[in-house]
Nanobody
C-alpha cells in the first residue's frame, strides 16, 4: 500500500514562508504527477500546484509568483515552497500522487494533510 507522508505545516505570520514536503513510499510503479491541494474551512478542496515527472508545472492563479513546487523523482518526493503567505492561504494542505500501473487506470493516493495557518 502506498503511503504519502507530509511535513512542514504550521503557524506563520502574513508575509512569512513555509516549506512543505511529501515523500511517497517506495513503489515499483512510477509516479506521473505529484501535487498539492488545499482545503479551507467551509470550502472545497482545490488544486494549488502540480508537477509531472518531466517537469511540467501548473499553479492556481492565486499562488503564482509566491509558491514554487519542485520534485525529486529519485526520492519520490515533492516540495512546496510558500513565500509571502496570506491569510487566505490558510487551510489543510494535502499531497497527491498519481501512479502509473501497466494495463490499469492510474491510481491516485493522498497524504493525511498538514495544517497551514497564516495569521494576519
Amino acid at each position: 500500500q502506498v503511503q504519502l507522508v507530509e511535513s512542514g505545516g504550521g503557524l506563520v505570520q502574513a508575509g512569512g514562508s513555509l516549506r512543505l514536503s511529501c515523500a511517497a513510499s517506495r513503489s515499483r510503479f512510477s509516479i506521473s504527477v505529484m501535487g498539492w491541494y488545499r482545503q479551507a474551512p467551509g470550502k472545497q478542496r482545490e488544486l494549488v500546484a502540480n508537477i509531472t515527472s518531466s517537469g511540467n508545472i501548473n499553479y492556481v492563479d492565486s499562488v503564482k509568483g509566491r509558491f514554487t513546487i519542485s520534485r525529486d523523482n529519485a526520492q519520490n518526493t515533492v516540495y512546496l515552497q510558500m513565500n509571502d503567505l496570506k491569510s487566505e492561504d490558510t487551510g489543510v494542505y494535502y499531497c497527491n500522487a498519481v501512479f502509473v500501473i501497466p494495463f490499469r487506470p492510474p491510481s491516485t493516493f493522498w497524504g493525511q494533510g498538514t495544517q497551514v495557518t497564516v495569521s494576519s
